[in-house]
């Protein structure tokens, strides 16, 4: 529907910013690239810049990613926009390892925007690599996140730590539940 809206309003900012993430969705990164690179040169605003960093983080150019991601924040941002501004912002901070800040940016995210799936596994996995294995799984489980059901490129890491993804659909231990013993 977006490719259409944009073949025949090319100058649409609503139809170039959907379909330039709905070619992100499908994995069609060159595509989205050329798409969101035309949309912010002769509109700039903050979608715009959220779609090339998602699109520089999938390609590896965290500098780039964080560049685009910290710019999106220069613009008036709908809540959703500033949520996944910070989700992105987050993701570069696991990819270099700096899970605490991660974690920062993800509860900001979530305070913006419970709802927020992408904020929701990331924070979990932040948990995760920094070693809080219960509070991940518990955080996951109560927000019901939905592991493997969203075929976003985005999430492709996380889906691939097997070890992750097996504590993920472990139960919870429960809380405050004594033995009988």
Partial sequence: MWQWAYQRQPDSVLAASNYAGALLSYGRLEQARIVAERLFKEHPHGTAAINLGKIQLLTGNLALAEKYFEMAGSFPLVR????????GLATVSLKRGDYGKAEKYLNEALAINPNAKYATMYLAYALYLQGKEDEARRYIQENNSG?????FRELDYIFKDRKFIE???TPSPAIGVTSPD
């Fill in 167 to 169: 504590l993920m659909r």
């Fill in 147 to 151: 592991i493997g059901k969203y075929p």
């Fill in 80 to 87: 959703n926009g500033r949520a996944k501004r910070l989700a």
